[in-house]
């Protein structure tokens, strides 16, 4: 079953207003807006504005000389996707699961489910109500495929039901082409083709050499939504179509309303020790470990301080996550004083019982690692405590990369053998000035921040080639000499470019590593 909510963005607005629809403010036209480069553009409009003549993509300012009493309200995509993904699980009462077909539809899975309604009839017919209650606009279809019902629900009746043993074909001749879900360049090719209806595209697609001809045109488009010919087939149920399912989460959430409001430091840490307890004690029950936790103040004036804590790992343990709030709450302001805190594990991830008095004597002797990393993350910032991690590549500024100490290192590309490196890398090639016998030959004296250095001993050179698959063509290349000067010190140079390459002018010296 498709579901279009072809005014959810509207709809909603107008419910989170409190406003009946057709009365009020929606009688009036109005317009939700978004900013861009060149000025407010218009996302959506409700009925009203849209008998106006006033559509989605047109600009503010062309709207208004249409209709001048236009009111507008900025658009809102992202509470409309949380919004769409909350009915995909109210939408979970007409079968097992269900999925979102973003920005404003839903599909539901009715299989062998309908007979529970009275029929697929009565199905359509019960989904439809329930949304007209809830004060959305809904249209609804029913077909073998999620791509017979999405066209049937954009550009069939309503209620409009295709069933298996019918001939898919035959029943969405009719629609246009725009109900396969092509984007919209693909759709002005297919019209400037002749192509309008499902039916001229099945005429054409029936024999090979159609489809060969339509192959080659839209034979560098990857999406299926640049591609008629998947799509088609996708709509017959030729080829499958995956979907992905919309799974309600658990969030572990416990909370304490208090009988008077609190305003001292003292009573703040005692609630928040006895909701970090009730939080560990659910986190047992789902045996699963806080990676991140979200703690809300409700003032008695109405405002919200939220406290946020990102974990290095998972932790059930309630001193740890007491300890790591409490450099947290020194700054809240309580105001007339506190009555609500509610303490929320926002990112949990599994965590099996373990032996905890082993943990405990190391974070009591001040070995336990998580615990050091979650101190100094608290202390220093989210993003200042990482750990450097080999990545597969040799380029030398690229063959390693940053991520937060605990977490798993990537899956190698493949261990790549390296000559010798130096200990230490600078951040940046330095360019450096160089004597050198002949164009090609090694360095004999080169000048770094001020200082002339003679090489005493060279050993070179390495060659490193640039990666073609993501560089340019004129890159050049790379010769690497390991050298030592006259007081023994060691450095690692490299010589950028050959003579002749075809690639620039004469080639630059560069020094990259130091060496013990």
């Not at 009111?71 to 009462?93: C, I, M, N, T």
């Not at 470990?289 to 409700?298: I, N, Y």
Request: net charge neutral; proline share 7%.
């Amino acid at each position: 079953m498709s579901i279009w909510l072809a005014r959810l963005s509207v709809d909603r607005w107008r419910l989170c207003n409190n406003i009946t629809a057709g009365e009020g403010p929606d009688a009036a036209p109005l317009a939700l807006i978004s900013e861009t480069a060149h000025g407010p553009r218009i996302e959506t409009a409700n009925a009203a504005g849209l008998a106006e003549g006033i559509c989605a993509g047109m600009m503010l300012a062309d709207a208004r000389t249409l209709y001048p009493g236009l009111a507008v309200a900025p658009s809102d995509p992202a509470g409309d996707l949380a919004f769409l993904e909350k009915l995909a699980l109210w939408s979970q009462r007409w079968g097992p699961w269900t999925a979102l077909d973003p920005p404003d539809g839903l599909l539901v899975d009715i299989s062998a489910v309908a007979h529970l309604f009275g029929g697929e009839v009565r199905l359509l017919d019960d989904a439809a109500a329930a949304f007209a209650n809830r004060g959305l606009s809904a249209r609804v279809a029913a077909a073998p495929t999620a791509g017979a019902a999405w066209a049937l629900a954009h550009y069939g009746s309503q209620g409009a039901i295709l069933a298996s043993g019918d001939d898919g074909m035959a029943r969405l001749s009719s629609l246009p082409v725009a109900a396969l879900r092509l984007d919209n360049d693909v759709l002005t090719v297919l019209r400037r083709l002749g192509l309008k209806r499902l039916g001229d595209l099945s005429g054409r697609f029936d024999d090979k050499s159609g489809r060969d001809a339509i192959q080659r045109r839209f034979r560098n488009r990857r999406s299926p939504a640049a591609n008629p010919l998947v799509r088609l087939d996708q709509l017959l149920g030729r080829v499958p179509e995956p979907l992905l399912p919309v799974a309600a989460q658990c969030v572990p959430l416990v909370q304490r309303r208090l009988a008077e409001p609190i305003r001292h430091r003292a009573l703040l840490d005692h609630v928040v020790d006895d909701l970090a307890k009730d939080m560990v004690r659910e986190l047992e029950r789902q045996a699963k470990g806080a990676r991140r936790m979200d703690l809300g103040l409700w003032r008695v004036d109405g405002e919200v301080v939220m406290r946020h804590l990102e974990l290095a790992a998972a932790t059930r343990d309630p001193a740890h996550i007491c300890r790591l709030f409490a450099a947290r709450l020194d700054n809240v302001d309580a105001g007339f004083g506190i009555e609500t805190i509610r303490l929320r594990a926002s990112w949990v991830e599994p965590l099996a019982l373990a032996q905890g008095d082993m943990e405990a004597a190391a974070e009591a002797r001040g070995t336990s690692l998580a615990a050091f990393v979650d101190r100094l993350s608290v202390r220093l910032g989210p993003n200042a405590v990482r750990r450097p991690v080999p990545h597969a590549s040799h380029i030398p500024e690229r063959a390693q990369r940053w991520q937060p100490p605990l977490e798993a290192e990537p899956p190698s590309q493949g261990q790549l053998a390296f000559h010798t490196r130096p200990l230490k890398l600078l951040d940046r090639a330095e360019p450096i000035a160089v004597l050198y016998a002949t164009p090609d030959g090694f360095p004999r004296s080169f000048r770094w921040r001020g200082q002339v250095h003679d090489v005493a001993r060279v050993e070179g050179p390495e060659r490193i080639a640039p990666e073609w698959w993501r560089e340019r063509s004129t890159v050049r290349l790379r010769d690497y000499y390991r050298i030592e000067d006259g007081e023994g010190r060691r450095y690692w140079i490299y010589r950028h470019g050959i003579i002749g390459d075809g690639r620039g002018g004469l080639p630059d010296w560069y020094l990259q590593g130091l060496f013990a």
